[in-house]
Nanobody, 113 residues
Framework: QVQLVESGGGLVQPGGSLLLSCAAS????????MGWFRQAPGKDVEWVSG????????YYADSVKGRFTISQDNTRGNLALQMDSLATEDTAVYYC??????WGQGTQVTVSS
């Protein structure tokens, strides 16, 4: 069964950090473009970051560039998003996705003092 499961969300103060993880099962995710998306309350889904199959290239939305780092561990089937210097506008449900076709259930990130 093809499945993506996110973890690592939580409540953090502005300026803090979080590490999100996405565990993939049922397929070889090193063959696909993987990405992180987010949806803030009342807003559309926003693309955050992407990584090409095997980790050859990484891409970021301007809003997170320089603060977030995407990576993948092909041996463990894990996709990660290191988020630093978090701001209140980063508050959202974060989803990982394989080619925009397979989605996880999401993990809530709340940045608040």
């Amino acid at each position: 069964q093809v499945q993506l499961v996110e973890s690592g969300g939580g409540l953090v103060q502005p300026g803090g950090s979080l590490l999100l993880s996405c565990a993939a099962s049922g397929f070889d995710f090193s063959l696909y473009v993987m990405g992180w998306f987010r949806q803030a309350p009342g807003k559309d889904v926003e693309w955050v970051s992407g990584i090409t199959g095997g980790g050859g290239g990484t891409y970021y939305a301007d809003s997170v560039k320089g603060r977030f780092t995407i990576s993948q561990d092909n041996t463990r089937g894990n996709l990660a998003l290191q988020m630093d210097s978090l701001a209140t506008e980063d508050t959202a449900v974060y989803y990982c996705s394989a080619c925009g076709k397979v989605w996880g259930q999401g993990t809530q990130v709340t940045v608040s003092s």
